[in-house]
């Protein structure tokens, strides 16, 4: 499908929408000059290689905002200092929701990227602030460089008495004490809130007492098992605030999203009035679906990262230039052009690479002109955090290569161009990302470079599943028992609980506040439940498997950075390559008990890929759907993985040189899964022979978790899968794909309730590649533990059919 089409949506659903915000100050400058037209640019990048790699252009027109007047209450020394900071007065969507959360309603203001959502809960919180001296206020983001900037805007508009103050695990213990005793405005995250705020309540008595305004900022974020923690911790802030005697107001900020109130409602335990209407004005945007070229067999284009090297794909039959290359060079590109550009990429390794390979091709052009580019990623350190994003603000880069660390950090509006390698999971991602270009309203140019992936191969091919679809509903379970259960010990750890407070944490408390106390984690006295122990409970919020694991140079002691606990047996394993800052090391040992891997400066040529193995075995039916020869299933499951070794392949060509052994203990995991089983029969009649059923199962389980992002709030990495021609404990030939996190994230559930529009796209997706046997575009898989071997792409659509055809809409 190629084509260019101009829609006015007038939804904020679908569109990102570009304004200068409430804080200038942070905005990117302006650089070296406005360079090309975003028309003409990718008109340029278009024509510098063989073919087109464009199949669909979205124009996505400029719309004037809608100012609206100050409201009555907003003091005048506050309107003075907004309008010495350049915000003459208000969008009507930000007045809206600052009027709703100063009559004391909870409100989420849910607008695209730009529309100057800061502003609808900076006006009641610092009216409030300044009515009530001895009210105070609690922001909340989900990074440390977002609460960093949000500090930045609240002190440059130099209002006395605010001190606003960050207070994070960089803060130094030096200004803690000062802060809980004389700050009114603390910016923290949830995290800081869950293993500092809370536990030391009684040192933040005086803050909680006088709590008029909590702001969650960015709270779409807020998904699967960490939203579902973060869930609880505001409870937990809730049942703080109230036993002195507090009921703040709740303000929060989100992207365009499905159904913001519910989702907000879900995530406070609150009743939440949405803002949806968004009023600022937008400058237009031109949005390019790039899709690699096809390599014809055993052609070495001459990168120094080949496809291979990056596991996208496995196979040299079918090969698609990787996404990684393509955003490579067109970055270099871009800044050699002038023009200002972040290009997102989904893993730290491809930030590392992208960057790495940008800066060599743009050193061979210009030299020197490398150093315009850097990579940002999380696992540094905060002074190299803080550096880029100075250099960035300051213009000293004119490209950046960045994790998704940055698509809610620092505030980027005044890029030309954003670079998006992959598709970042959702809808609602995709546009935040969009939406850091444009220069206070100038034209901008996006392009989604698709992976070798089924999802992105369809999405390139179908755009209005990206442009003609609403944005995704934000999916968390609160009553998730291995969230909720920790949550309550903490409770507990923090002030007895009582039946009061079992309402407060919802559906499912009682049984989980019984299991507590048959564990002998509680003791049940007619005043309440108390926590038993002298320690307090370990909770990691976001489910990343453990502690982070420091990563550090064996000769000299230098800490380079950190990699979470989740992560470390596939990227820090013995002989594991590891990129920081374009540098190349190895490791040379994991110590999982230390929580520490000593690596050494090497710069071999070969990559390495861990490979893992994975059972499973079924605990429970929750749901199921019996379709005559097909039967529909969700429940829980114990999933058992290893990683078993890591294969060394040639950075030239991809060549694999060895597969080696790794000693890795085994991680279980009870999450909750939906799988599908057909009777050998049904195959038989469809003509999948007994002995292809194992490839046809298995491609079908590839194409089904690449394209489940499209359905629910997930990437598929939070997701995993198993097939088997005869599973034991269905006796029938099954599909499963289950939620990558302890008791299920909501994923699974969702893909139940869409099981037919599901598989429908994933079949759909197969059919429509223009491959022969499966390729990464369909079938094939980058984190495939078995080398995607065996996979049969004729039979996996014959599976599919057979489903389709039992299954119920």
């Keep these: 499908m190629q084509g260019v089409t101009s829609n006015d949506f007038s939804s904020a659903r679908h569109t990102p929408r570009h304004d200068l915000e409430s804080s200038p100050a942070a905005t990117v400058s302006a650089g070296p000059g406005p ?3 975003p028309a003409d640019l990718l008109r340029r990048l278009r024509a510098r290689g063989a073919g087109d790699p464009v199949t669909h252009v979205e124009r996505v027109p400029a719309r004037a905002g809608v100012p609206a007047p100050w409201p009555s209450w907003a003091p005048a020394e506050l309107r003075a200092a907004f309008a010495k900071r350049g915000v003459i007065a208000p969008w009507q969507h930000q007045a809206e929701a600052a009027n709703l959360a100063y009559e004391g309603q909870h409100v989420i203001v849910a607008t695209g990227t ?11 919180a610092l009216a409030t602030l300044h009515a009530d001296p001895r009210a105070t206020v609690l922001y909340l983001a989900p990074t440390k460089a977002l609460a960093a900037d949000q500090l930045r805007a609240v002190a440059a508009l130099e209002l006395e008495g605010v001190r606003p103050a960050c207070y994070d695990g960089d803060t130094p213990r030096a200004e803690r004490e000062w802060i809980r005793r004389h700050s009114r405005f603390v910016l923290t995250n949830p995290d800081m809130l869950h293993h500092g705020i809370l536990p030391g309540h009684a040192q933040w008595s005086g803050f909680l007492r006088r709590l008029a305004y909590v702001v969650i900022d960015e709270c779409h974020t807020y998904r699967g098992v960490f939203g579902s923690h973060v869930a609880h911790v505001l409870r937990r802030l809730r049942r703080q605030c109230a036993r002195f005697g507090t009921t703040p107001v709740f303000v929060l900020a989100s992207a365009t999203s499905g159904d913001p109130a519910t989702a907000a409602g879900r995530l406070t335990g609150l009743p939440v009035t949405a803002v949806t209407d968004d009023a600022s004005p937008r400058g237009g945007v031109t949005f390019a679906l790039w899709e690699p070229p096809l390599l014809p067999p055993d052609t070495d284009s001459g990168s120094p990262v080949p496809p291979q090297a990056t596991g996208e794909h496995d196979d040299l039959h079918q090969v698609r230039r990787s996404a990684l290359r393509e955003t490579a060079d067109l970055l270099a590109d871009t800044v050699a052009e002038g023009v200002r550009t972040l290009a997102f990429v989904r893993s730290r390794k491809g930030a590392e690479v992208v960057a790495a390979n940008a800066r060599r091709s743009l050193d061979d052009a210009v030299p020197g002109l490398g150093d315009r580019v850097a990579a940002y990623r999380g696992g540094y350190l905060r002074e190299e955090r803080r550096e880029l994003e100075r250099a960035l603000l300051h213009g000293d ?3 950046l290569a960045s994790t998704n660390a940055l698509e809610l950090g620092v505030d980027l509006i005044g890029l030309d161009a954003v670079l998006i390698c992959g ?3 959702t809808r609602a991602s995709l546009w935040q990302q969009a939406g850091r270009a444009g220069r206070s309203g100038q034209e901008a140019l996006a392009v989604l ?3 070798d992936d089924p999802l992105d191969t369809y999405l390139v091919h179908h755009p209005e599943a990206i442009f003609g679809a609403p944005v995704e509903a934000t999916v968390l379970d609160p009553a998730n028992p291995y969230v909720l259960a920790p949550q309550l010990a903490c409770a507990a750890a923090e002030a007895p609980l009582t039946p009061a407070d079992l309402v407060l944490f919802g559906d499912g408390a009682k049984e989980a506040v019984d299991q507590l106390v048959a564990a002998g984690a509680l003791r049940q006295r007619p005043t309440g439940w108390y926590w038993r122990h002298r320690e307090r409970p370990e909770v990691d919020l976001r489910g990343e498997g453990g502690a982070p694991v420091c990563v550090v140079e064996s000769s000299t002691g230098r800490l380079l950075g950190t990699v979470d606990g989740g992560s470390s047996h596939f990227l820090l394993h013995p002989g594991a390559v590891y990129l920081h800052q374009g540098v190349s090391y190895v490791v040379d040992d994991l110590d999982l008990a230390d929580g520490c891997a000593l690596v050494h400066v090497e710069e071999p040529d070969w990559s390495t890929h861990a490979r893992d193995v994975t059972d499973l075995s079924v605990v429970s039916v929750r749901s199921y759907v019996d379709a005559g020869p097909v039967g529909m299933f969700l429940g829980e499951v114990d999933v058992t993985s290893q990683v078993v070794s890591y294969q060394r392949r040639r950075i030239a060509t991809g060549e694999v040189i060895d597969t080696r052994p790794l000693d890795l203990p085994a991680r279980e995991l009870r999450t909750v899964a939906v799988w599908f089983t057909l009777s050998p029969q049904s195959l038989t009649l469809a003509g999948v022979q007994p002995a292809d059923v194992p490839g046809a199962l298995h491609a079908a389980e590839h194409a089904a978790i690449g394209l489940l992002p499209l359905m629910a709030t997930c990437d598929r990495w939070d997701i995993g899968g198993l097939s088997t ?4 404990d269905t006796e029938a030939p099954t599909v499963f794909v289950y939620d990558g996190h302890p008791g299920g ?4 559930e969702r893909a139940y309730g869409t099981a037919s529009a599901w598989l429908r796209a994933t079949r759909d997706a197969i059919a429509e590649c223009g491959c022969e046997t499966g390729c990464p575009s369909c079938v094939q898989s980058p984190k ?12 996996a659509i014959r599976v599919l059919d057979v489903v389709l055809a039992n299954l119920p809409d």
């Design 423 to 425: 598709y970042p999971g």
């Design 397 to 399: 880069l004119l490209g």
């Design 725 to 728: 021609a005869v599973h034991p």
């Design 745 to 748: 994230a909501g994923f699974a």
């Design 114 to 124: 730009a529309s100057g959502k800061s502003l609808a809960y900076q006006l009641p």
């Design 784 to 795: 495939c533990g078995n080398g995607n071997n065996p996979l049969s792409k004729p039979d």
């Design 35 to 37: 360079g090309p037209a």
């Design 449 to 451: 470079v698709a992976r």
